[in-house]
């Protein structure tokens, strides 16, 4: 992907992202709110540069978000750097080694069915349901956004909440998974 240029990103932003995902990319616009599943808050997500340019270039299956195969890789890259100043501060604390040990039994109780036994996105059901589950290998989402669709699901997709889940098991599923993200892995397909 070429260097971005944050400017250009943010024109090229407001005239092909904004009237879904919103002015500043946290999925509040007026159309976001008759579409199902709503667009993803992007200031909550860390994508990888190539996994962000796949998404644009093939949209979401099962979604609203279209296939922006008309930009170019310049437009792409503009883009995703303009996204990044808007990303919301990262969890930087240190994940605990007993935190993600509690995370990892959760999840493999709860989610690899759907999203892997590598969190990749690709458990047995995935397949069955459009949009795809989540790959947390190339998109990590914070922990309250984490905490936030475990608590509440994901209205028009597969994902359901977890009524019974604690805010202790929450907090230690999330730092499982946000532990998972492997930017140096990112998928070697090209949009």
């Not at 879904?20 to 999925?27: I, K």
């Not at 979401?60 to 890259?77: E, F, I, N």
């Amino acid at each position: 992907m070429p260097t971005g240029d944050q400017q250009r990103g943010q024109t090229d932003w407001n005239n092909y992202c904004s009237a879904c995902h919103g002015a500043q990319a946290d999925g509040n616009s007026v159309a976001a709110r008759s579409l199902l599943p709503r667009p993803t808050n992007l200031t909550a997500f860390s994508y990888d540069p190539l996994a962000f340019a796949t998404i644009l270039h093939n949209g979401v299956a099962g979604s609203s978000m279209p296939a922006w195969r008309d930009l170019s890789p310049q437009q792409v890259a503009d883009i995703y750097a303009w996204l990044t100043t808007l990303r919301t501060k990262a969890d930087n604390k240190a994940l605990s080694t007993a935190s993600i040990a509690q995370g990892a039994e959760l999840f493999a109780n709860n989610c690899t069915s759907c999203h892997g036994v590598n969190g990749d996105g690709q458990g047995p059901a995935a397949a069955l349901y459009k949009p795809a589950p989540f790959d947390f290998l190339h998109q990590q989402p914070d922990a309250q956004e984490i905490d936030r669709v475990l608590r509440q699901g994901v209205p028009g997709t597969a994902m359901p909440p977890f009524p019974t889940m604690s805010a202790a098991q929450r907090a230690a599923l999330a730092s499982y998974v946000r532990s998972l993200h492997q930017p140096e892995k990112a998928a070697n397909t090209h949009p």
